[in-house]
């Protein structure tokens, strides 16, 4: 017990609430009074008294009146004196609840004071209790998780609304009854072998599929926990029942996150490699076919062929690199509705052509897009408007592909506004989001299937009709525009797709920014240091260079090239060409010393794979492979800045 009991005395001999004190002060808090009334005042004013000891003979009231009344006021232990005359009294009082105990008078002074202690503890443990029943209380009614209490004998004896709901009935109605006679017989195979655990074990967890409406599933883990024997060996437990289908998600979502970040990483580790490749077999086809004006046609046919596979290697590598990390994103302002009002007759171009494949003869789909918004309140969206409208065909095509019998894709917007933690949200931040939506007519798709449709290379069409890139590009663009893709299939009742987009949130004024002028025409006759540490990719690019009339120093490093342009005239080279990923120095470390050397140089960096985050905001860059016609653009900008 912590700190004094206090003990209110109450007699209306002032002698025997000195007699009383003397006894008790060593022990307790005293308060006393020689009136019943004050006693019920001092009642109502303080909390804290722990036993009151009254006389029952007094002139304005007797004590067990006195007490009756103070039970309403206070949960006070309560001890009555009295003497034989008032024992019908007594009895009545006790009977009634009104006292706990009570002494004689004389009274023995030990045994009255152990008397008063005694009812003291009773008093500290019952608000104990109290206190406990409250704390109970409010766990069952605000656990979000559901909760429930049995006897030995397996019989709930407290639950809570959200472990009632999951038996589909309210809580008054599983009292006294056992889980395997509320719970869905399909779950008691799993009942049975969880209760056989706990019975060996004293504890057992254990995460169960739960079928939910239209043939979902749901998560849910079921804890449960012998609590021990209580006085009589009776042995009681709780059950704990959670939701966890969003932690299931999310849990997914992570595991997908971090697939593609692992491949991501293992693009980019051979994406630098590859794109040299290309750009040298890219660069020595241009400048032979430029070169060869006696080239046969058999022989000019052959460099052609040559060159289209080359082009569609260089796009395979990038659109491996933009499932992960896109590259190349032009984040502006994006009507969502114009775009797709202006996007109706190529996708049903592009979906007409797909059935047509092959010469095959595939009942039509048609192309429906909602006027959702007619007036003009779903916002702009904040995204690159190509990679949306390659993202929107894609899907499509998919789409169509999806029915073979025909039927309708139907497209539509609408603004999503989300609010922190709700659990639907997954990871997206909270704020307003335009929602556009695909949606078929399709077969669907089973769970395994939905759960790998962003693994890049996975795809369920034939050998030759797909590279499994398409969603996985989709997936990484609007994730990298701070968005989010949603699928909804199931086998036979189609596919809806949902691109979560954020809404642009620049002034309007941003809107109406004319576009930057084309590349100003440059000079001919410049003066370029082309740096690279592949010698067929320098030998390339030069010849690009020098085909468009210009003078090329090259350097196969950032050390050469710092001591080439050391020993030229002051405001040499006019350009350097600069690869970003070079050992020893990298290209960022190098356009920083020549910055130092010769101010204001201009810098064109090249790069078959590199995240712009290493280079100055204002840096131009050219990604490889390129053509010259690309190259000569660049140049211009670069010179024109």
Known sequence: MSGRPVVL??????????????????????????SPVEALEILARRRDVDVIVSDQRMPEMGGDVMLARARGMSDAQAILLTGYADIGAVAAALNQGRISFYSHKPWDGDALRAM????????????ELQTERMLLRG????????????????????????AAAFYGRDEADCLGRREEDLCDPALLPALRA???????????????????????????????????????????????????????????RLR?????????????????DFNNLLTAVMGSLELAVDMGDGLDERTTHLLGNAMGAARRGADL??????????????????DVNALLLGMRDLLVQGVTARRREGGASRPPVEIVIAEVDPAGEVPMVRTDAGQLELALLNLCLNASDAMPDGGMIGLSTRVARLEAPAAEDGDLPQGEYVVVSVADQGTGMAPETLARIFEPFFTTKDVGRGTGLGLSMIYGF????????????????????????????????????????????????????????????????????????????????????????????????DLVVLDVMMPKMGGEEVARRIGALRPGTRILFLTGYADNAVLPED????????????????VARAMGA
Request: include cysteine; aromatic fraction near 4%; proline fraction near 6%.
């Open 9 to 34: 005395l109450v007699d209306d001999e002032p002698e025997i609430l000195v007699a009383l004190s003397d006894l008790l002060e060593d022990g307790f808090t005293i308060l006393s009074t020689t």
């Open 478 to 573: 609007v994730r990298h525009a701070g968005g989010d893709v949603r699928v909804a299939s199931a086998p036979g009742e189609g596919t809806r797709v949902d691109l979560y987009l954020p809404v642009h949130r620049c002034p309007a004024a941003d809107f109406d920014r004319p576009e930057a002028a084309g590349p100003p025409p440059v000079r001919r006759g410049l003066r370029v240091m082309v740096v690279d540490d592949e010698d067929t990719v320098r030998t390339v690019t030069a010849g690009f260079l020098r085909g468009m009339g210009h003078e090329t120093i090259e350097a196969d490093g950032g050390e050469e090239a710092l001591a080439r342009i050391a020993a030229l005239a002051p405001g040499q080279p």
């Open 194 to 252: 969880a209760e056989g655990r706990l019975d060996a074990e004293g504890r057992d967890e254990e995460v169960i599929p739960v079928p939910g409406p239209g043939g979902s599933v749901a998560w849910r883990e079921f804890t449960r926990v012998r609590l021990g024997l209580n006085a009589r060996g009776e042995a009681y437990s709780v059950l704990i029942n959670r939701d966890i289908t969003r932690q299931r998600e999310m849990e997914a």
């Open 256 to 272: 997908q996150a971090e697939k593609m970040q692992a491949l991501g990483t293992m693009a980019g580790g051979i994406a630098h």
């Open 139 to 162: 766990l069952l009614a605000n656990l979000r998780a559901g909760l429930a209490f049995k006897d030995p004998e397996g019989r709930f004896i407290r639950i809570n609304g959200n």
């Open 317 to 334: 590598t990038r659109r491996l690199l933009n499932f992960s990390r896109p590259r190349d994103l032009s984040l502006n302002p994006v």
């Open 619 to 634: 840096a131009l860059v050219l990604r490889k492979p390129f053509t010259q016609a690309e190259l000569s653009g660049h």
């Open 116 to 127: 008063v202690l005694q009812a003291a503890h009773r008093h500290m443990l019952e608000g």
